[in-house]
C-alpha cells in the first residue's frame, strides 16, 4: 500500500503568523526553528500512522514556501521525502500517481478571504465561481484526476470543515481553533500529534469508502490572491480551460513567477 503525504506549515498546531522570509533577526530564525519542528512532528505521526496501517510505501512532499521545511533527518526511515525548489519539479505533487492508495493532507490552511482563518491565502476560482478550492482541496482535485481518495485532512477548525463539505467521509483532526487571522486555540503539539496519528489510521482503514474527490470536465481555472493575501484580491493569471483541473492548474501555475517546472538544468537558482 503506497500512501502519499501533502503537507503545508500554516495549518500546524502552534502556527499563527505567515512566515517571515525578509527578517534575519534571530528571533525569526529561533521562531522559524521552532515552527518547522512542530511541522515534522505532526508530518511524523502521520507517518508512523500509515506504516501502523499496513503501508509499505510512504512518499512526504514537503510542499511549504521553499520546499525545505521539514527536518528529515528526523523521519521515519522507512518513508521517503520530496523537497527541494517548489515548482521545479513536473508536477506539484509530484510521484503522485494512480498506484498511490490514499492521500493524506497534513498542516493545510484555509483558502484566501475567510473570515476567522490561520494565515488564509490562495483561492482557486473554478467555472466562474461555482466552486471555489483552497490549496487543500486542489490538492484532493488533483489527486481526485488519478483515482486516488483524500482521507485525512489536519488543520484549523475553517479548513478542516471546508474540505470535509468537498469529500464526504474524510477523517480530520482539528488542531487548532482560529480567534483571529493571528490568534489561535492550539492544541498542545503532543496532543495534536495523537489526533494526527488517529485521524491517518482511521482515514486509511475507511480508503475503499472515500470517493476520489473529481471536479467534472471542461475546467475553468482562474488563482485568485494578492500580494499580501489581504483583500481586495485580483486574477493571478488569465483563466485557463482545460479538459481536467491537473492540466489547467499546471498552465496557471506555468505563468506564475516563481514556476519553473521541469527545469533540467541549473539556472542560478540558490537556497535559502
Ligand atoms: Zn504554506
Not at 38 to 66: R, Y
Amino acid at each position: 500500500m503506497k500512501i502519499y503525504i501533502q503537507t503545508d506549515i500554516e495549518g500546524v498546531a502552534g502556527f499563527c503568523f505567515f512566515e517571515n522570509r525578509r527578517s534575519d533577526t534571530h528571533e525569526n530564525f529561533a521562531h522559524r526553528q521552532r515552527m518547522y519542528r512542530l511541522l515534522t512532528n505532526e508530518v511524523n505521526a502521520a507517518v508512523k500512522a500509515a506504516f501502523d496501517s499496513g503501508a509499505d510505501e510512504v512518499i512526504i512532499n514537503d510542499s511549504h514556501g521553499s520546499g525545505y521545511n521539514i527536518f528529515f533527518e528526523e523521519l521515519d526511515p522507512r518513508c521517503r521525502i520530496i523537497h527541494g525548489r517548489n515548482f521545479s519539479g513536473p508536477e506539484w505533487l509530484n510521484l503522485l500517481d494512480e498506484s498511490t492508495d490514499a492521500m493524506v493532507l497534513v498542516g493545510m490552511h484555509a483558502m484566501g478571504g475567510t473570515p476567522c482563518a490561520i494565515t488564509p491565502h490562495s483561492l482557486w476560482k473554478v467555472n466562474d465561481g461555482k466552486l471555489y478550492l483552497s490549496e487543500a482541496s486542489m490538492a484532493a482535485a488533483i489527486a481526485g484526476d488519478k483515482g486516488v481518495p483524500t482521507v485525512f485532512i489536519s488543520g484549523d477548525d475553517k479548513i478542516t470543515a471546508e474540505v470535509a463539505e468537498k469529500i464526504p467521509g474524510i477523517e480530520k483532526a482539528v488542531v487548532k481553533e482560529a480567534l483571529s487571522p493571528y490568534m489561535a486555540c492550539s492544541l498542545i503539539p503532543s496532543r495534536a500529534c495523537e489526533r494526527i496519528y488517529e485521524g491517518v489510521r482511521r482515514g486509511i482503514a475507511l480508503r475503499k469508502t472515500i470517493a476520489p474527490y473529481r471536479i467534472p470536465s471542461p475546467v475553468k481555472l482562474t488563482l485568485l490572491d494578492s500580494a499580501n493575501h489581504c483583500l481586495p484580491f485580483t486574477e493571478q493569471c488569465p483563466p485557463c480551460v482545460c479538459d481536467t483541473i491537473s492540466e489547467a492548474f499546471n498552465q496557471c501555475e506555468d505563468q506564475m513567477e516563481w514556476c519553473k517546472r521541469n527545469t533540467k538544468l541549473p539556472d542560478g537558482f540558490v537556497f535559502p
